[in-house]
């Protein structure tokens, strides 16, 4: 159990870092009111205001993203893994759905709109997460005894939608 917490611990403590590495990225944003030689010979792209200054680098900011993101989405598996059979379960995997969906909006958000690498990276975990979100509906719904594909009236079966799925 000791192992179990401090795992849990550690997971919460990454999910923290990432999380608010990528609300405020090394070097900040670029701001309207920022000269526009500020940022001197490293530039290598124009930054319009309220993109990361880091984007300047889209090599750079690419590789910062993919790795904050993994680490993110690791510990966010790790936290689903450890409190797998808590109480109050749904409730816990409501918050960190949400908490996902608003990490890929925000790096969405601050992202250059031309960098395609990160682009297909944010929109594959958007796409996770919306696959997730539909299975926790659909485990909620039969958890509540509302089931959407239930035929038994016509003489169809009506087995259980999630068999595999655990509380």
């Not at 309207?32 to 090599?59: C, F, K, L, W, Y």
């Not at 299975?135 to 079966?157: A, S």
């Amino acid at each position: 159990m000791d192992t179990q917490n401090a795992l849990m611990v550690v997971a919460v403590l990454i999910a923290t870092m990432a999380y608010q590495a990528i609300l405020s990225p090394p070097s900040g944003f670029w701001s309207a009111e920022s000269g526009r030689n500020a940022i001197g010979t490293i530039q290598r792209r124009q930054i319009v205001p309220g993109e990361a200054v880091m984007a300047g680098d889209p090599h750079v900011f690419a590789i910062f993203t993919v790795f904050n993101a993994l680490g993110f989405f690791a510990s966010l598996a790790m936290i689903s893994l450890l409190t797998n059979g808590f109480p109050l379960r749904a409730g816990l995997r409501l918050a960190i759905l949400s908490m996902t969906a608003t990490y890929v909006i925000a790096v969405f958000y601050m992202a250059p709109t031309h960098m395609k690498t990160v682009f297909v990276v944010v929109s594959l975990m958007g796409v996770i997460v919306l696959v997730d979100f539909a299975w926790f509906v659909l485990w909620l719904m039969e958890k509540w005894g509302i089931h959407p594909c239930r035929r038994g009236r016509r003489g169809l079966p009506s087995g259980n939608l999630l068999r595999g799925f655990k509380n």
